[in-house]
């Protein structure tokens, strides 16, 4: 579609192809840097067909927001939707009308918007993911020619180590919380599930006589990746899941009886952890993280912890990484051959 870019005086100019004929585009830019991101900015409001496309931002957006509703679990959708909605609110706010209007300009402003409130670049790189999935599909369908986001620079983010509770910290938790929370927690220490797998764990799904307890897809409740994951029960957790199953349920009541909207459950557990235990950067997921931390320190490979969180790449598992050459140093630490 496009050819390499070519200095004239204080102009540099490009070929490209529009309706079958090949034409030549002459930008003003003060270094070759620059001149790339506009030819780039040009070639991605072309279709692939080389034809400038008139669909505007809104319009394609609700395209996009009728195929994720329909391809994605419903819990991405919606965050997705939310997170989309916040950049068109930024491009009706400036003057952006159509899709091809979008630019790598466009979108390194709407980083500095964000950053701006006081939005944590993860945050923001988030945003960056979503925005450039969507741009994707609208290269698929031919709206544009070339995808922007993938010259847009993420932040780059310091990795630290997944925080994970203590057993004081444990004991505290599970002496704080009331019933339907500390049930909850319990679930999450001892199985690593993620919040909406705990919550929407029914009795069917806990075999008590394999030993076994899963995550698997509800008429309302679809498990990330669409994965079915079973893991084995845990004998402590066993004894506790029996202690408070009531007489006669059905195999399709919840654990949790209690049902609310699963995002007050989130809130509810950033407030114990916060409030009353005053631990700071600590939420539900921090069990799953504590789950996977303890069973490191244990010896436990990662390769077998990565199958139990049900991650699709041990490279997600890696976080844990420097727990287990800790527990190397120890194993070999104990050699002792009378030298």
């Not at 709206?143 to 925080?163: A, D, E, H, T």
Request: with cysteine; aromatic share 12%; net charge positive.
């Amino acid at each position: 579609m496009s050819s390499k870019l070519t200095k004239r005086g204080d102009r540099w100019s490009f070929r490209y192809r529009e309706e079958g004929k090949h034409k030549r585009k002459t930008i003003n830019a003060a270094s070759f840097k620059e001149a790339q991101r506009l030819q780039l900015d040009f070639l991605s409001s072309l279709n692939n067909n080389g034809q400038l496309s008139n669909i505007t931002a809104s319009a394609f957006i609700n395209e996009y927001f009728n195929y994720s509703k329909t391809n994605k679990r419903a819990a991405t959708s919606c965050q997705n939707k939310i997170l989309i909605n916040k950049f068109l609110g930024f491009c009706t706010e400036n003057n952006i009308k159509f899709l091809k209007d979008i630019t790598i300009k466009c979108l390194e402003d709407y980083k500095t918007v964000r950053m701006s409130t006081g939005i944590m670049p993860s945050t923001i790189n988030q945003d960056l993911r979503v925005i450039k999935a969507m741009l994707q599909k609208a290269v698929e369908w031919k709206y544009l020619g070339s995808n922007i986001c993938k010259s847009v620079k993420f932040f780059k983010l310091q990795v630290r180590p997944p925080r994970f509770l203590s057993d004081l910290e444990i004991k505290a938790l599970l002496s704080a919380t009331t019933e339907i929370y500390k049930n909850m927690a319990v679930i999450g220490l001892y199985t690593g599930f993620r919040i909406s797998e705990v919550y929407n764990l029914q009795w069917k799904d806990i075999n008590f006589e394999s030993n076994a307890v899963s995550v698997t897809p509800k008429h309302n409740f679809t498990p990330k990746d669409n994965e079915f994951r079973s893991i084995p029960l845990n004998i402590k957790l066993k004894n506790f899941l029996l202690s408070i199953k009531p007489k006669g349920c059905n195999g399709t009541d919840y654990v949790i009886a209690e049902r609310v909207y699963i995002g007050f459950v989130f809130k509810k557990f950033k407030k114990i952890f916060q409030k009353e235990l005053k631990l700071q950067n600590v939420t539900f997921h921090t069990l799953r993280h504590t789950f996977a931390s303890h069973l490191v320190i244990k010896g436990i490979s990662l390769f077998t912890i990565s199958k139990l969180l049900g991650h699709s790449s041990i490279k997600t598992t890696m976080i844990y990484a420097h727990l287990s050459k800790e527990h190397l140093k120890s194993s070999v630490d104990m050699l002792d051959f009378g030298s």
